[in-house]
C-alpha cells in the first residue's frame, strides 16, 4: 500500500507525525497542490513557501530517491483519482486549521471512496485545542489566563525525526517540474531584491537558527524590543512554513534553560512569545472570521477610513514619519519587520489616520514572508483596538518616543531612510522594488506638522463621539 501525504505546511522531517504515519504504510508518495487557497495567498508568502517547497523536495529526494508530486488544481478534484491509483487507504495532512483549509477538508471528505479516510496530524501548534479549554470548556478569550493554562498542562511531545532512507512510490500522473516552478509571478522586481535580503529557508537553516539563537539568548527580555540590534530569534518565518514546529523549539528553550539556570527569565520572555502565537490560532478556530470582522462586537460599527490617498502614502513608506517609514520599507526589502516596529506601524495606520485595520492586515499579508493568517488577524485587531485587549482603544504608540526608546541612536532609521548621507544598501534596494506607478522621491523627508499629537488627539475624541452615538 502507498503510503500518501498532502503536503500543504509542515516542511520538516523531524516533529511531523504526518510524514511519519504516512511513511509507516508503505512507498510514500508527497503530493503539494497549487490550489485556489494558495493563489489567494500574498506575493511575498507564495515566493516564501516555494522555497521551503525547494528545500523540502531536494531533502525528499536525498531520503527516498523521488521528490514532490506538484499539481495544479483543487486537491478533492485530484486526490480521488490519485487515491484509486496508487491503492491508498489513507490521505495523511499535517493540520493547519484555518476555515479555507477546513473548508477544502471537507470538499475532499466527500470526494473520497467511502473505505478512505483523512487523517489529520496535529504539529502546527503546542497543544491541540481542544486540550486547552476554560473551566466551562470554551476558548480562552483572555492571554494571560490562556497562558497559564497552556503552561500547566505543557505541549505536546515533538516526534521523532523521520527515517534517512525510506521508499518511495512511483507518482501516477505527471507533475510541474520543480525546476520551473513559479509561484509568486506577480513580485515583479521584488523578487531580486527577496533574493539579496531575504533569511536563507529550509529546516535545516531553521534549526541552525534556533540553535544560535539560544547561544546568545542573554538580554532577550530587554534586546528584543530593540529593532537597531539583533535580538530576535528570526524563526517567525519557519514557524509559519512549519520547517521547524513549535513543539521543537519549546523544547529546545526548556533544554538550555535546564543547563543554564542563569538564563531561564530569558527562555520565560522568549517561550511567552511563542504561547503568543498559540493563542492567536485558537482565537482564530474559535472565531473563523478574524480578518474581517472586529473581534469586539461593540466596535463593528466604528467609522474607519477607507482607500485613499494617506493609505497610499502609508503603503509607500512617505508618512514622513521616521519609524513609521522605515518600518514599511524594511518589510518590502527583507519581507519581515521588527515586531516593536509592526506595533507603531500598525498604531499609525489605525490610530493617527484611522484607516480601516483590514486595509493595513491586507498589505501586510501581501508583503511579508512570514505571513501567518492568525498572527497577522490577531495583532491588527489588537493594535487597532477591536481585538483580545483589555484596554482597547486608548493604545495609541507614539512613534517619536517609541524610536527614542528603541532606536536611540537612529541605526535603525538610518539604515532603512535614504537622507543627506550616502545611504545604506537596504535603503538604496528599497527603490528596486516598486512596482509600475509608483513615484517615491530619492530622499526621505520628514514632515513639519504636529501629525503626532494632533493625530492622537483626533482619534480619542473620535473614539469618544462614536460611544456616545453607540
Known sequence: MTGLLWLTRDFRFTDNSALLAAIGEGPLLVVFFIDRTLCKQGAASRWRLERALRCYDSALRHRSGRGVLILEGEPDRLLPDIV???????????????????????????ALPPQVELVLHPGHLLAQPAAIRTAGGGSYRVFAPFARALRRFGPDVPQPEAPQRFGAADPPVRGIDIARLDLAPDLHRGRAVLDRFALPAGEDRARERLDGFLDHLSGYAEGRDRPDRAATSELSEHLALGEISPRTVWAAAELRAQSNPAISGEVEKFLTEV????????????FPDMAQIPWRPELRGFPWQGEGPELRRWERAETGIALVDAGL???????????????????????????????????????LTDWDPASNAMNWQWVAGCGPDASPFFRIFNPETQAERFDPKGAYRARWLPGRRQPAAEAEAYYDTLPPGWTVPPLWRPREDDAVSEGRKHALESYQAFRCLS
Open 84 to 110: 484509486q491509483q496508487t491503492g491508498a487507504r489513507r490521505v495523511h495532512q499535517g493540520d493547519f486549521p484555518t476555515a479555507a483549509t477546513r473548508a477544502t477538508q471537507d470538499r475532499l471528505r466527500a
Open 275 to 286: 504561547i503568543w502565537r498559540d493563542f492567536a490560532w485558537h482565537l482564530l478556530i474559535a
Open 329 to 367: 520599507r524594511e518589510m518590502r526589502v527583507t519581507g519581515r519587520m521588527h515586531n516593536r516596529v509592526r506595533m507603531v506601524v500598525a498604531s499609525w495606520l489605525t490610530k493617527h489616520m484611522l484607516t480601516d485595520w483590514r486595509l493595513g492586515l491586507r498589505h501586510f499579508e501581501e508583503s
